[in-house]
Nanobody, 127 residues
Framework: QVQLVESGGGLVQSGGSLRLSCAAS????????MGWFRQAPGKEREFVAA????????YHSDSVKGRFTISRDSAKNTVYLQMNSLKPEDAAVYYC????????????????????WGQGTQVIVSS
């Protein structure tokens, strides 16, 4: 059984930084893509970034490119989201997710692609 547990959320001032972590367990993730999504109140859950477990290839949405960085530590089975220059519009619940169908070429930004999800961690950005 795949388990994803997020941590690292909290309250930060606009312009500040946070690092989210996602601890993964339950199987080998070598052929997976791991993603971060976020959902603000009253809005759809949106794709933020993804990383290939093997090789570390990454993809970031335009809204966070240059400010957020996804990475992973294979030895710790953990995926990170480093968030810099945070804006009030970045405030949301952030979810870690796993795509077991990743074929090594294309990242998918649709939440339907991801079979496994964490419980989420809240990020609040004060202006």
């Amino acid at each position: 059984q795949v388990q994803l547990v997020e941590s690292g959320g909290g309250l930060v001032q606009s312009g500040g930084s946070l690092r989210l972590s996602c601890a993964a367990s339950g199987r080998t993730f070598s052929n997976y893509a791991m993603g971060w999504f976020r959902q603000a109140p009253g809005k759809e859950r949106e794709f933020v970034a993804a990383i290939a477990w093997n090789g570390g290839k990454t993809y970031h949405s335009d809204s966070v490119k240059g400010r957020f960085t996804i990475s992973r530590d294979s030895a710790k089975n953990t995926v990170y989201l480093q968030m810099n220059s945070l804006k009030p519009e970045d405030a949301a619940v952030y979810y870690c997710a796993a795509d077991p169908y990743y074929g090594g070429r294309y990242f998918y930004t649709s939440r339907d692609r991801y079979d496994y999800w964490g419980q989420g961690t809240q990020v609040i950005v004060s202006s």
